[in-house]
């Protein structure tokens, strides 16, 4: 393509720019989707139509990390290299993929091909995993080279077990629940039952049912919404928080992709409660399958009169609109979130001011995880008493357990909270693979911490984990068996947290590169007399001092490995590690 045609994308912004600075990210998508990267002509066209600086539009491309700026192969592959597929060999499927003789057909053609490193893809119970062409891909199911340039696309089935189907009673069937078969398992009857309730009553439901976010926070959903719903502001909004990007996690995929009307439900249900009118759901960029299933949904809902105008008949009206995010991990995190759908960069603000009284566009914003939201409809339809049902006390309903790394069946288990963390590794998911002993369980994902086998008969439940020392986070749980280098997946999150860090605080921007430098020094066996009281202070400080999640968390795993191995930071023979010298080169 010598000379740009810049026809379809001129139409696309025509369409988009009344939204002004908000569509960035939508026209930025469509623009790489027509041309395969952003062409600085095409950048100048966006700048123009929605009133902003060119430097801003690059600031924004560079930042995320699925963004091309200059021409890429016709087949982009993202290997994953988080520590699930890592163990599951995915540094040698990178390097196989990157190897010149790799790339050769019979005959010698050389196809083109951008091979990126990802962080996480989402799909770590199919370790090691790929994208190819934004959709998921079972290397497993791979025969030959030419499957990366013509994979069969068939998505890879995620194993669903567990004690309970409450949230997963419409996921693993091979596909979206359509409204139909939503509608015969229930569906809506939720938010039937909320428009016959005053909001304030929804509320106080949500607030009886005991339930807290599931996101990783675990603040209680009620109070939140009461937050906004007291604003005396006329627009407020509801953000669902889709950018589930923790290292090992993938339970938000799987309810997207099998049953986004539940999700949608609650959207409604909570905005109700609340009194916003406009929605915003936010998906994760690499989750394109999911991406659309949920725009199916969303068009299907407000069909049958269940979003949109005067909404099953009644004077309550409310509607979403989706945002695809572009790999940042960061994003996940609320205001940074908000940032993105506003068209910038995704920087977390300082806070206060908290997003119920100052969220998104400076408005009163609830904004909730997917499982988080996938609870709503299944407390209003069933009831206080029955919800509470299972579980405990002060953690009562039921959580989805993201399972990966060196068990029989990685997969995602919902389980009744309480449950011991051996039920779910032994009986749910096979125990370990090729009877090997188990050596460390990471809990929580790249943000938890490091778990041994003596632990194995801790209840999962936010109080019984708070005791040990331990996070639910987000209900990962990554199994590492005798044969495994912690040191190596020490170092693996070291360097994640180092990529990820947006470099907006000092204390993380300096702190993960720091801690990273320590710990390619410890993976070597090559430690200095400090390092370990350096790595200490470092976390504390980034714990102390960081201005979001990511800061705070980034050296939890490390630090809780500090406590149980200290063995594993003195000075020993030199392991051999790809990681040693930087993971993305």
């Known amino acids: 393509m010598n000379e740009l045609d810049l026809t379809p994308i001129q139409k696309t912004i025509r369409d988009f720019a009344p939204q002004g600075k908000t569509a960035l990210l939508p026209l930025l998508h469509e623009a790489q989707n027509f041309y395969g990267y952003i062409p600085e002509i095409v950048a100048e066209e966006i700048a123009k139509a929605i009133n902003i600086p060119l430097s801003d539009v690059f600031g924004v491309i560079e930042f995320y990390s699925l963004f091309f700026k200059h021409p890429v192969g016709e087949t982009v592959v993202h290997v994953c290299n988080d520590p699930a597929c890592a163990m599951a060999g995915s540094d040698s499927v990178y390097k196989l993929l990157t190897t010149r003789e790799s790339f050769k057909f019979e005959g010698g053609i050389k196809p083109r091909l951008t091979v990126e490193v990802a962080a996480c893809l989402g799909l770590c119970e199919h370790a090691p995993a790929m994208l190819v062409r934004g959709q998921p891909v079972n290397t497993k199911d791979m025969q030959s080279w030419e499957d990366i340039f013509e994979p069969a696309r068939k998505t890879p089935q995620t194993i669903l077990g567990g004690d309970i189907h409450r949230l997963t009673k419409n996921c693993g069937k091979g596909g ?15 938010l039937q039952k909320a428009l016959k309730l005053k909001p304030l009553e929804v509320i106080n439901l949500v607030k009886e049912s005991g339930l807290v976010g599931r996101g990783g926070a675990a603040f209680p959903t009620g109070i939140k919404w009461e937050g906004a719903a007291n604003s005396e502001e006329t627009i407020k909004y509801l953000v669902c928080n889709g950018d589930e990007a923790e290292p090992g996690t993938f339970k ?16 409604i249900i909570s905005a109700y409660a609340i009194g916003a009118q406009k929605g915003y759901f936010y998906i994760r960029g690499e989750y394109l399958t999911a991406y659309n299933y949920v725009k199916q949904s969303v068009k299907e809902a407000k069909a049958a009169g269940n979003l949109g105008k005067n909404i099953l008949g009644s004077d309550f009206s409310f509607d979403i609109e989706i945002r695809r995010g572009a790999g940042a991990y960061i994003c996940g995190e609320e205001t940074a979130l908000f940032e993105s759908i506003e068209g910038k960069r995704g920087f977390p603000r300082v806070k206060p001011p908290f997003p119920t009284t100052h969220g998104l566009f400076g408005k009163p914003t609830v904004i909730n995880n997917v499982e988080t939201l996938a609870n709503i409809p299944i407390i209003l339809s069933m009831g206080i008493e029955e919800y509470k049902s299972i579980g405990t006390e002060k953690s009562p309903g039921s959580k989805l357990f993201c399972l990966s790394g060196d068990i029989n069946r990685p997969g995602l288990y919902e389980v009744p909270f309480g449950v011991t963390l051996r039920h779910i590794i032994e009986n749910l998911a096979g125990g370990m693979r090729a009877n090997n002993s188990l050596k460390a369980i990471l809990i929580g994902g790249a943000a938890g911490a490091m778990a041994d086998p003596s632990q194995l008969d801790v209840r999962l439940s936010f109080e019984d984990l708070r005791i040990e020392g331990l996070p639910l986070g987000s209900g990962v749980i990554t199994v590492l068996d005798e044969t495994r280098d912690l040191r190596d997946m020490l170092l693996r999150l070291a360097n994640f947290f180092a990529e990820e860090s947006c470099g907006k605080c000092f204390p993380c921007q300096l702190g993960t590169q720091r801690q990273y430098e320590i710990m390619k020094r410890v993976a070597k066996g090559k430690v200095k007399d400090s390092d370990t009281q350096d790595l200490t202070d470092i976390i504390i400080t980034m714990t102390d001092s960081s201005l979001c999640g990511l800061g705070q968390t980034a050296g939890s795993a490390i630090g809780s490995a500090i406590k149980k191995w200290p063995s594993l930071f003195s000075n020993t023979k030199e392991i051999s590690s790809d990681l040693v010298g930087g993971l993305n080169g």
């Open 252 to 267: 938000d995929r799987v309810l997207m992709e099998d049953d986004p009307h539940l999700i949608i439900e609650g959207m």
């Open 176 to 190: 979206r629940t359509d409204l139909k078969h939503y509608l015969i398992s229930g569906g809506y009857e939720g």
